[in-house]
């Protein structure tokens, strides 16, 4: 069964930068073909997506993240990077990764992103 690892989450200062990881574990090569967002949560409020990478390396941002994070992909790794910049402590929040727009995968525990201001 396909897992996804996400890592690279801790706490930075406003103005700081993160690098996160999604890794998936056990689909083949099949997650190469679908498009990956990076999607976030905080408490009580509902999972946004924040980014987007397609098939062919196309990408999507969020307004409240454009020109802030870079979304990538590594199909031989099977891996989807998020690299945030000048981070702002309204970027706290538990991030994930998944297909989009339909989540094809389970869950996986994410990875708590803290920007202390």
């Known amino acids: 069964q396909a897992q996804l690892v996400e890592s690279g989450g801790g706490l930075v200062q406003a103005g700081g930068s993160l690098r996160l990881a999604c890794t998936v574990s056990g689909s083949g090569r099949t997650s190469s073909v679908y498009t990956w967002g990076w999607y976030r949560q905080t408490p009580g409020k509902q999972r946004d997506l924040v980014a987007s990478?397609?098939?062919?390396?196309?990408?999507n941002y969020a307004d409240s993240v454009k020109g802030r994070f870079t979304i990538s992909r590594d199909n031989a790794k099977n891996t989807v990077y998020l690299q945030m910049n000048s981070l702002k402590p309204e970027d706290t929040a538990v991030y994930y990764c998944?297909?989009?727009?339909?989540?094809?995968?389970?869950w996986g525990q994410g990875t708590q992103v803290t920007v202390s201001s």
């Open positions: 990478v397609g098939s062919g390396g196309g990408t």
């Open positions: 998944n297909t989009v727009p339909s989540v094809r995968y389970f």
